[in-house]
C-alpha cells in the first residue's frame, strides 16, 4: 500500500522522471553536474521504499529549477576568442 498523496497530486513518477531528463539535457550551465545529480537521483528513487521515495523526485525538480534557463552564452563566446587568439 502506497502512503504517497493521490495519483492526481502525485502523477506518474516515470512521466515526471522524463520530463526532469528533458530540462537536463538543456542544461549548458552546469556542465556534466545536472546529468550526474538526474541519474543519482532516478537510482535513489527506484532504491527509496513509500514514503520517502518522492523525495529524491522533490529533489531532483529543486535541482534542475536552479540551472533551467541559464544561457552559456557570454563564456562560450569568450572561449571561442581565447583558442582564436
Not at 514514503?51 to 522533490?58: D, E, Q, T
Request: hydrophobic residues 45%; charged residues 20%.
Amino acid at each position: 500500500m502506497s502512503t504517497c498523496m493521490p495519483a492526481s497530486i502525485c502523477g506518474d513518477p516515470q512521466a515526471f522522471i522524463a520530463r526532469l531528463a528533458e530540462i537536463v539535457c538543456h542544461d549548458n550551465f552546469t556542465e556534466m553536474h545536472a546529468f550526474k545529480h538526474h541519474q543519482s537521483i532516478v537510482e535513489e528513487y527506484h532504491a527509496t521504499h513509500e514514503p520517502w521515495r518522492w523525495m529524491h523526485l522533490v529533489c531532483g525538480a529543486r535541482a534542475a529549477a536552479i540551472s533551467f534557463g541559464k544561457s552559456m552564452t557570454v563564456y562560450e563566446e569568450y572561449l571561442e576568442l581565447l583558442h582564436a587568439a
